[in-house]
T-cell receptor, first 110, second 115 residues
Framework: KNEVEQSPQNLTAQEGEFITINCSYS?????LHWLQQHPGGGIVSLFM???GKKKHGRLIATINIQEKHSSLHITASHPRDSAVYIC????????????FGKGTKLTVNP | DTEVTQTPKHLVMGMTNKKSLKCEQH?????MYWYKQKAKKPPELMFV???????INESVPSRFSPECPNSSLLNLHLHALQPEDSALYLC??????????????FGPGTRLTVT
């Protein structure tokens, strides 16, 4: 079992819909990262969380440390949000290593 | 400047060639990373440099040789690669301070094809 699990693996939505992507982890972490990767390459860091909730524009990320669970929400989704969203956990203990989930491929149709 | 740059963007090399991938950042970050990403898979960590010293090597074959000449530059030297090494190679950097968490900034990647 992967230490970081994401769901769903694929998600298709209509423009304007509210999107939720989930991430569960089974190990102690010091931080949880949400990343976005568009087709063709580069990865953009969206959020880094160690507790609570963060908001940036239409994106909201939450984390529940006790339940070892994080969610990424997209409000009023748009076709330009179509990308792969990856959660990655930084393990406790000071390591610089991130453990990645397998990613969620989001397609938002107009 | 919050950018990590990588060159080249694309590279095609034969199995007997020697080539190098380059990565540069001017954000004062003291941790730099090499990742390998195959299609439809998440990135896999290869190496981490902390304060210009190799701190993590994820059991990467010796045909991949990293180098950190200074705090802004990271190279990945390639020699005698195999076709299965074809992938997107991503560089990243982050701040580094004990007990703190920092975001990683990723470069656009080098798409490598080994023929």
């Amino acid at each position: 079992k992967n230490e970081v699990e994401q769901s769903p693996q694929n998600l298709t939505a209509q423009e304007g819909e509210f999107i939720t992507i989930n991430c569960s982890y089974s190990v102690g972490i010091s931080a949880l990262h949400w990343l976005q990767q568009h087709p063709g390459g580069g990865i953009v860091s969206l959020f880094m969380l160690s507790s609570g909730k963060k908001k940036h524009g239409r994106l909201i990320a939450t984390i529940n440390i006790q339940e070892k669970h994080s969610s990424l929400h997209i409000t009023a989704s748009h076709p330009r949000d179509s990308a792969v969203y990856i959660c990655a956990a930084r393990l406790q203990g000071g390591s610089e290593k991130l453990v990645f989930g397998k990613g969620t491929k989001l397609t938002v149709n107009p | 400047d919050t950018e990590v740059t990588q060159t080249p963007k694309h590279l095609v090399m034969g199995m007997t060639n020697k080539k190098s991938l380059k990565c540069e950042q001017h954000m004062g970050h003291r941790a730099m990373y090499w990742y390998k990403q195959k299609a439809k898979k998440p990135p896999e960590l290869m190496f981490v440099y902390s304060y210009e010293k190799l701190s993590i090597n994820e059991s990467v074959p010796s045909r991949f040789s990293p180098e950190c000449p200074n705090s802004s530059l990271l190279n990945l030297h390639l020699h005698a690669l195999q076709p299965e090494d074809s992938a997107l190679y991503l560089c990243a950097s982050s701040q580094l301070l004990a007990g703190s968490n920092y975001e990683q900034y990723f470069g656009p990647g080098t798409r490598l094809t080994v023929t």
